[in-house]
């Protein structure tokens, strides 16, 4: 009787190893990178880049699978889920880590940056690359700063002076800092997940929205938007983050070949990003569906004038020293 439930265990056992499709030692390593955006976006395209990169060089060894336009996990839920285990990559904004860490929340504050010359210097720095290492408590690594690009502000209006923002409800990430700096401005702030974004829009269940050009432009927000005013206030860029769990248990030199092709991926979508913007910026004035409306430097000095308190009221939580250094990166 002994023997045979032995037997019957060791069945089961092994049905249901079959069952779950426990890897075996010649299955790859599957690797699903979700992400939010368009696929003909600086993340999309370096998304794109690294599947075929690890593709070439690992083939048989790791797959890379890519799920574009929040079409496995929405912003909300990206890194809840790779801590279960359940998603590898993801390249969510910065604006999108406050769960995790206050640090991130450097990268919100409005008119920190002239350009994204000085974002690559700062985030270059020791400052800059420790940041990647502030949620690893939480069991999230940074692998890599990637670019998108600095944001413009879209509205059913045109907005040229602070005043004209007053009363109008803006969608914005998930980022207490977006959220001060549109209430500086007397405007309400909806923290709203991207993929709900172009019906908020089309619906006027709101006014506007802060994006990037490649964002504003593959998620066709000019169509439904009559406005869009160059402020360049504020930077979306984006951390390329991995479970600590899952990439300190691969092999080495999987580890060492995976990172290299993340880094030449990253360095490829860096280089797009600067080109988009420009492309895409002249692609929506071309489609005559929105005005691009070019700011003074004495209006442009007014929205920096409203928004700029904000660095105070968030200075305890990111660190004053922090913020210098930022702020002293935009001195070559
Ligand atoms: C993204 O670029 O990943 C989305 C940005 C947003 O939520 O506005």
Redesign the pocket.
Known sequence: MKRTLAALTLAATAASVLATGIASAADPIVIKFS???AEN?P?GLAANKFKELVAERMGDKVVVEVYPNSQLFG?DKVLEAMQLGDVQLA???L??FSRYTDELALYDLPFLFEDLDAVDRFQQSDKGQAMMESMKKKGLIGLGYLH?GMKQLSSSKPLRVPEDASGLKFRI?SSDVLEAQFEAVGATPLKK??SE?FTLLQTKAIDG????WS?IYSKKFFEVQPYITESNHGL?D?LVVTSAEFWSGLPDDVRTELKAALDESVAYGNEIARSKADEDRQLIIESKRSEVIELTPEERAQWVQMMKPVWKKFEKEIGAELIDAAYAANQD
């Open positions: 992400h939010v955006v976006t993340k912003d390249a969510p904004a604006s999108k998108n990430m997940p991207f974004v929205q802060e994006n990037t964002n979306l984006y």
